[in-house]
């Protein structure tokens, strides 16, 4: 049984040969998965199903693999049997609080898939170097735009010795500091000193979460958001926060535009698809109103929460072209394949 986040309001559809599956750890509430369904992924399944794609969701356990033949793996998806010809596994790695438990079986997973032939539009490799902030950082150091400063550290049981200040020397006030691999703005704070610092470190160690430690921009900095489809910038969404929030997500009430790629980012927006080559990616950028800075990358950013019908109908496009250039890297990796043979 496939584990759509929500019980579908439209029927489920139908084969097309060419399986599109996401690995995606569902624990979300029946509040979550129904604003979700909504706004993203019964979006993705109309835009899937009108390019050819079956999209399905399936949570880790689903996949069960048969290596006891050298060298011929067989592996089954909710006990259907599936081939590196028919499948495209989408798998991002999903490590918010609640998927804590989840974290080992999607690693593990994520590099069996991948030895045992199929074609990964997110390698394993490049999905964990863009999870953890400071490892995106480290693999993007010869960015030609600035990165924002960042200094990780780790949190858990010995917080209370407070051996990270060594690592934070440099850090001044206001800072932010966040979760070194959450997302969608969650857990983002503003501390004013070392104390305020202290105590967000205490409430981290009780989820054992690596922070995060950046300068604090200053209000109204905005973020862009640049999708990256084929290699090539598609679109530009630009977004704004609402008053002093730390964040511009349409959660915290940001309001949102598409807007031409600004001349600034294109060097960058370059450089960082030759690194991290994938048919897909959205690179973010923040703007303290004078510079813009070089913030994360997302193999697997969301396209959704559109605001009017102008900004569904530019996503739509957005999430077409990202799954036909899904389409054509299978088609380019299964030639590949076929001509090594």
Not at 112 to 135: T, V, W
Not at 142 to 158: A, E, K, N, Y
Request: aromatic residues 8%.
């Amino acid at each position: 049984m496939t584990t759509a986040p929500a019980p579908a309001p439209a029927p489920a559809p139908a084969a097309t040969g060419r399986r599109l599956c996401w690995i995606y750890p569902d624990r979300g509430t029946e509040r979550m998965r129904d604003k979700e369904w909504k706004h993203v992924w019964g979006i993705y399944r109309e835009v899937a199903r009108e390019g050819g794609w079956d999209l399905t969701l399936h949570k880790p356990e689903e996949v069960a693999v048969d290596v006891s033949v050298p060298g011929l793996p067989r592996v089954h998806l909710d006990g259907e049997p599936v081939t590196p010809q028919d499948t495209v596994f989408v798998t991002s790695l999903w490590s918010l609080p609640h998927h804590t438990v989840d974290v080992c079986n999607q690693l593990y997973l994520y590099t069996i898939l991948e030895q045992a032939g199929f074609y990964l539009p997110i390698p394993p490799r490049l999905s964990f170097i863009a999870n953890d902030k400071a490892a995106t950082m480290l693999h993007l150091a010869d960015s030609p735009l600035p990165q924002v400063p960042t200094i990780r550290i780790g949190t858990g049981r010995d917080a209370a010795s407070r051996s990270y200040e060594a690592a934070l020397a440099s850090l001044g006030y206001p800072a932010i500091v966040k979760p070194a691999y959450w997302g969608m703005g969650l857990g983002v704070c503003l501390v004013r000193s070392v104390d305020e610092l202290k105590g967000v470190v205490g409430l981290a160690s009780g989820a054992d979460t690596a922070l995060v430690c950046q300068p604090y921009l200053g209000e109204g900095v905005e973020d862009f958001r640049v999708w990256v489809v084929g290699g090539r910038p598609h679109t530009v969404l630009r977004r704004i926060p609402k008053g002093k929030s730390l964040t511009a997500n349409l959660s915290s009430g940001g309001g949102m535009e598409h807007v031409p790629l600004p001349p600034e980012l294109a060097e960058t927006v370059g450089y960082v698809a030759a690194r991290m080559p994938m048919p897909y990616i959205a690179v973010d950028f923040l703007w303290d109103g004078e510079r813009f800075w070089l913030s994360e990358v997302e193999p697997d950013g969301a396209v959704g929460f559109a605001d009017s019908e102008q900004t569904e109908r530019e996503q739509r496009q957005v999430i077409a072209d990202r799954f036909a250039a899904y389409a054509d890297a299978h088609r380019e990796f299964l030639n590949r394949k076929d001509a090594t043979r």
